[in-house]
């Protein structure tokens, strides 16, 4: 059974940084793709960024340029570098790994923008 793990939310200022981790327990190196999701207070679950096992990248718009998504398979691992957080940030962020038309999701860890 394939278990994710996000770590590295936290509360911080508007236009601070925060980086989240995901841990795979097996070798994300047989997953199709890794994506991050999030779910803010009352709205419903929105895709942020999808990194592939060629490592393409895409990006929501309202994060391009300050989200950089990445993958370290020796590590079994992949990141989500937020960089000038706005309070329209703060939301439970999920990762997500797809292997072989299965989805695998975290437990989610809160980010909190504070303006």
């Known amino acids: 059974q394939v278990q994710l793990v996000e770590s590295g939310g936290g509360l911080v200022q508007a236009g601070g940084s925060l980086r989240l981790s995901c841990t795979a327990s097996?070798?994300?190196?047989?997953?199709?793709?890794m994506a991050w999701f999030r779910r803010a207070p009352g709205k419903q679950r929105e895709w942020v960024a999808t990194?592939?096992?060629?490592?393409?990248?895409v990006y929501l718009d309202s994060v391009k340029g300050r989200f950089t998504i990445s993958r370290d398979s020796a590590k079994n691992a992949v990141y989500l570098q937020m960089n000038s957080l706005k309070p329209e940030d703060t939301a439970v962020y999920y990762c997500?790994?797809?292997?072989?038309?299965?989805?695998?999701w975290g437990q989610g860890t809160q980010v909190t923008v504070s303006s």
């Open positions: 097996g070798s994300i190196g047989s997953f199709t793709a």
């Open positions: 997500k790994g797809v292997r072989i038309g299965v989805d695998y």
């Open positions: 990194i592939t096992s060629a490592r393409t990248t």
